[in-house]
């Protein structure tokens, strides 16, 4: 299938599985009259895969070292490329950050990565299913620069331009979307 062919076709999953119009409290607190919960497309097996794939070739030029992202909206995104990665023959490994550390075993934040192997240093996209203002994935890139890492971009599956491409500026990072709120609301 075609890049265009695989784009279209996610879209429409999407649409069908992940859209979805009526009132909803965003995790940003604004409200809002339409929403995506891109988990039931994450977790199809074929919107996974074209959701991976499409990713991969988002950043297959990136020279990445890692991808992951915020509990738990990332969690399905960055195994699936991590999978899809490999396959590839260009290996991207991953990794998700806890929104709270959790207080029992190794008490981590960052998980995903074996013993003595850390971020520092590495070439880091940071990836999230659906982006508002850009708050949850400045946690994630919070926590990861805290290890030393460099975060390189801020890659989501849905932005809906409302104010992230502003935030991640504020920041100095790149911000990049495979679809806008606004195709969907067209449709």
Known sequence: MSKSASRAR????IR???FGRGEVTLAS???SDFYFNLKPTMLDPEGATLLAELTYEALKDDNLDFIGGLEMGAVPLAGALAQISWIKGHPIAAFFVR???K???AKLAIEGLPRGE???GKRVVIVEDVTTTGGSAMKAVESVRETGAEVVLVLTMVDREEGATDTFGAAGLPF???YKAS???KA
């Open 176 to 178: 990049r979307s495979l």
């Open 16 to 18: 069908r599985r992940s």
């Open 10 to 13: 996610l879209f429409e999953i």
């Open 99 to 101: 929104k709270k550390p």
């Open 103 to 105: 207080e029992h075993g």
């Open 29 to 31: 607190g604004r409200k």
């Open 183 to 185: 195709e969907f609301l």
């Open 118 to 120: 850390t971020l520092q």
